[in-house]
């Protein structure tokens, strides 16, 4: 089978995903980590490869950038591949000062003012949670391989220069950082009654100005795609 924007067959795709933005990470991600890997997917270079991980089934899928287009290739994946759960592994920008370069936060809620939700169900909720089961099975593969993480909220915006209020969101909130994809991933998690996370390597920060470079981003951010890949059942 083959939707408007993925070529995979259904057997092709493992019915757990995790979803980097970076076409160039996923590959980095099915090099590095997959053994008989196989690329699935190559419509518009959103590349997806799938393997094994220590003898368990699982597909990297590059979602590209933003909620619009997380949006489409989750729910795809979702609804047409019968994926039953999707970690999104990706970057963030830090709101915190005790919140480095390259540490890892494990996705809690995403705050959004998108109309993502609203338009796809009529929901009005501007706060979405990751699923408690996928976060319990993050929490103990990062205390198992001794990475240190952080937990909480991000703000998912649909516009990357926006100039946000970072006190609100931090003290109303509790918005640890931003990023732009968890909202629309949670979304399609809820209407379609499947499981979705996320687990972000901090590539700036927007207090201390700190950043990574381009390929930074591609291929070191090793923590989260452990743990990511450890908690896979």
Known sequence: ??????????????????????????KFIAETFLEDYKLVNSVRN????????????????????????????????????DVEEIIRVGSCGA??????????????NSYSVS????????????ILPGDSTLNQRLEEAANQLGIQYHKGNVFCTDVFYNQV?????REQYNCYATEMETFALF??????????SAILTVSDNLITKEVTTSEEREKSFNKMIEIALESIK
């Open 1 to 26: 089978m083959a939707t408007p924007h993925i070529e995979s067959k259904k057997e092709d795709i493992a019915k757990i995903v995790l979803m980097p933005g970076d076409p160039l990470r996923a």
């Open 46 to 81: 959103i590349l997806a490869y799938t393997g094994n991980y220590k003898g368990k089934r699982v597909t990297i899928f590059s979602s590209g950038m933003g909620n619009p287009s997380m949006g489409i290739y989750s729910y795809e994946l979702f609804h047409e591949y």
């Open 95 to 108: 709101f915190r000062e005790d919140l480095g370069l390259y540490e890892v936060l494990l996705v809690e």
């Open 115 to 126: 109309n993502y939700l609203l338009e796809l169900t009529g929901e009005e909720d501007k």
């Open 165 to 169: 209020d970072i006190p609100q969101l």
């Open 187 to 196: 979304s399609n998690a809820r209407k379609l009654h499947k499981k979705a």
